[in-house]
């Protein structure tokens, strides 16, 4: 599957939503302020997704407690700097890759981040 700016089927959403959730920004920002005194600056750090006139926060960034996966945040920033839209690296993240032998980035978030780097790298390029 090849991903571009078009717009992500309804399909990755809903796959998305059922395996790891895909709560309203505003929902997120209210667990948020529940668990931390000042939940601004992860609000700055979260990949957004944009669906209708929603706006979503795709649940495999966080770790229990609120806190945000070292390395989606890893891959997002350098997503941004390939100037990748927050859907299209949203997308990718589930998406199998030829280049990581056919697994999906996001079960790979264990291991080590290279392979995942020179994935995304690939993607920003195509």
Do not use: Y
């Amino acid at each position: 599957m090849t991903l571009s700016p078009r717009p992500v089927s309804d399909s990755i959403w809903e796959g998305i939503r059922a395996e790891f959730t895909l709560p309203a920004l505003e929902q997120v920002r209210r667990r948020l302020a529940e668990l931390m005194e000042d939940p601004e600056p992860v609000m700055q750090q979260l990949v957004r997704v944009f669906i209708g006139a929603g706006t979503f926060c795709p649940g495999f960034q966080f770790l229990p407690g609120g806190r945000l996966h070292p390395t989606v945040m890893m891959l997002f920033q350098r997503a941004l700097e390939l100037q990748i839209p927050h859907n299209c690296f949203t997308a990718w993240m589930v998406t199998p890759s030829h280049l990581l032998t056919g697994s999906r980035p996001v079960d790979l978030l264990k291991s080590s981040p290279a392979p995942l780097l020179r994935a995304l790298e690939s993607f920003g390029r195509g």
